[in-house]
């Protein structure tokens, strides 16, 4: 156990506060963390740069077949430019500053809707800032709720109480979820944070300076991780 970023999945679990690992227990509701390392996928198997799914497919098709097959799983975290929405997303660089080529890696915990999403990347939280500052497209109610604040160096994107849902709203700009859901976001140069919650974005950003315990710190997390490395994993369920 311990602090560092020997590996992708090591560094992935410093982003999530060790919290998360019994905060629902009360509710008897199965935790699971999902973990992915696109980067190690793509280097591998000499996948090029793209900026969406469609370009990613056509890279594909042109590889073996047993490169599609090996593709892993893209979750449910929809705020990295994967899942089952992908090829409706709206998280392209003209509505959030960055796009679905730009993750090198996720991990996804907590159980709906208390669902959150770290991930590994390359951001511009001055891009994400212009995107976000262009709101011709954004439902009347989205521009009411928006607002920013600072919390140790990083921008929190909020836009009021993430948990609402507007199913009229779904997939639509800037980062609506299927459900409508407007949740808080934050990039800095290599993270990004999303979660319901402000209180909850704070907690992980904590966990990713070091300054509250993350699930890197507790023993059997980081056993895992290590193994998942150990055996080139790109994708897990724990």
Do not use: C
Request: charged share 20%.
């Amino acid at each position: 156990s311990g602090r560092g970023t020997s590996n992708t999945f090591i560094e992935l679990l410093n982003l999530v506060p060790a919290e998360a690992a019994s905060a629902e227990a009360g509710n008897n509701a199965p935790l699971y963390f999902t973990l992915i390392d696109y980067a190690a996928y793509y280097k591998e198997n000499g996948i090029a740069k793209f900026n969406t799914i469609e370009e990613l497919i056509n890279q594909l098709e042109d590889k073996p077949r047993e490169i599609m097959l090996n593709l892993p799983g893209t979750g449910d975290s929809f705020i990295t430019g994967y899942g089952p929405y992908a090829q409706n997303t709206t998280i392209t660089d003209k509505y959030v500053g960055y796009n679905v080529g730009d993750i090198d890696a996720e991990i996804l915990f907590g159980t709906p809707p208390r669902e959150s999403t770290a991930a590994i990347g390359r951001f511009d939280p001055e891009a994400t800032k212009n995107a976000l500052s262009n709101q011709d497209e954004w439902p009347s109610e989205i521009k009411a709720r928006y607002e920013t604040m600072e919390y140790d160096g990083v921008t929190i994107h909020s836009w009021g109480d993430g948990y609402q849902t507007n199913l009229t709203d779904g997939l639509t700009p800037p980062h609506l979820d299927v459900l409508g859901r407007a949740r808080p976001l934050a990039v800095t140069d290599r993270y990004l944070f999303y979660a319901p919650s402000v209180s909850a974005m704070q907690v992980m950003i904590d966990a990713s300076q070091d300054k509250t315990d993350s699930l890197a710190d507790l023993p059997e997390f980081a056993t895992i991780a290590d193994g998942l490395s150990d055996l080139r994993v790109y994708q897990a369920m724990v």
